[in-house]
Nanobody, 120 residues
Framework: QVQLVESGGGLVQAGQSLRLSCAAS????????MGWYRQAPGKQRELVAV???????MYADSVKGRFTISRDNAKNTVYLQMNSLKPEDTAVYYC??????????????WGQGTQVTVSS
């Protein structure tokens, strides 16, 4: 009943930037926290950044000062601006959201993932 669709991934050189977007659609009453996770081959999925409905943000130490998470509540969309990208940022990035769904209550949803590749 609810879907998260991600976009904005791609292949870039080290030092360049990318902006990821994740739009939620469906029978949405409200969205609480929204975040971005990433998973590299052979690695565990890790939290990159999270933003709550009130605007409070938190970042992994590895991306502080380089990445910025934001949201547009009117569009049910969360963004991740990634600057000064490094090869170690290469991973599949997943959007996550806690959503209150009409007639179903609070649920957790994941996007399909978008590939980010940073070359040296």
């Amino acid at each position: 009943q609810v879907q998260l669709v991600e976009s904005g991934g791609g292949l870039v050189q080290a030092g360049q930037s990318l902006r990821l977007s994740c739009a939620a659609s469906g029978s949405i009453v409200s969205i609480n926290a929204m975040g971005w996770y990433r998973q590299a081959p052979g690695k565990q999925r890790e939290l990159v950044a999270v933003i709550r409905s009130g605007g409070t943000t938190m970042y992994a130490d590895s991306v502080k000062g380089r990445f910025t998470i934001s949201r547009d509540n009117a569009k049910n969309t969360v963004y991740l601006q990634m600057n000064s990208l490094k090869p170690e940022d290469t991973a599949v990035y997943y959007c996550n959201a806690e959503i209150y769904v009409y007639s179903l209550g609070k649920r957790d949803y994941w996007g399909q993932g978008t590939q980010v590749t940073v070359s040296s």
